[in-house]
């Protein structure tokens, strides 16, 4: 049993390390959100070209945007589960996630093939077409990190790691997700409105 010294030390520990990983991952959100500003102004830039093609949004695009939102909806729900140490609910959230984030990356994938199937093709039709995969793609590669954080999660979840006390992991994992989820809504008004 711990005497009062250590339980202060372990609460003092857990108090800093949740102030620190939090803004740490908020800076590492913004630099991602900054590399996705770089793409998107490089984009606007170039829409100046003379040979600029626009084409339609692929329909596919709006299956994976409401396949993500799902996904930060489940892990809502997982969420909800550790204020009440449910740990049945935390599990199924992140299962549901996780399936929901393999089902996001296999609709990229259908679209992409949609898009070929359409002549629009990374390199060789137009810098527009280009642009689409590079943002989309550049987010894909995010979205297969969240993937890694999610099944970290789930087996700290199958362990029954994740407390009302101590879910740092699950937290960080959440904020990373839905921010990934806002930037796909983000990416996703800026193609379809920027033409």
């Known amino acids: 049993m711990l005497d009062n010294a250590q339980q202060v030390s372990l609460e003092e ?3 800093t390390r949740y102030k620190v990983a939090v803004p740490l991952l908020i800076l590492g959100m913004v630099s991602i959100f900054m590399v996705f500003a770089a793409f998107t102004s490089a984009y606007i830039v170039r829409q100046a070209d003379a040979n600029w093609l ?3 949004m692929p329909t ?3 299956i994976s945007t409401l ?3 799902l996904s930060s909806i489940t892990l ?3 969420n909800s589960g550790v204020k009440n140490n449910n740990f049945n609910r935390i599990k199924q959230g992140l299962l549901a996630t996780i399936i929901l984030g393999f089902g996001f990356v296999i609709s990229q994938v259908y679209t992409y093939d949609y898009m070929m199937d359409q002549g629009l093709y990374f390199v060789g039709t137009n810098v527009s077409s280009s642009f689409m995969y ?3 793609g550049a987010h894909l590669v995010h979205i297969v990190s969240g993937m890694i954080a999610l099944f970290v999660s789930y087996y700290k979840a199958t362990k029954n790691k994740y407390t009302s ?3 740092l992991g699950l937290r960080l994992t959440s904020l990373y997700w839905h921010f990934l989820d806002a930037l ?3 990416l996703l008004l800026f193609l379809l409105f920027i033409r």
Request: proline share 4%.
């Open 67 to 69: 396949i993500i939102v």
């Open 60 to 62: 596919p695009f709006f």
């Open 165 to 167: 006390e101590e879910h």
């Open 76 to 78: 809502y729900y997982s």
């Open 134 to 136: 590079i943002i989309t």
């Open 13 to 15: 520990k857990r108090i």
């Open 54 to 56: 626009t084409f339609d």
């Open 184 to 186: 796909w809504i983000f």
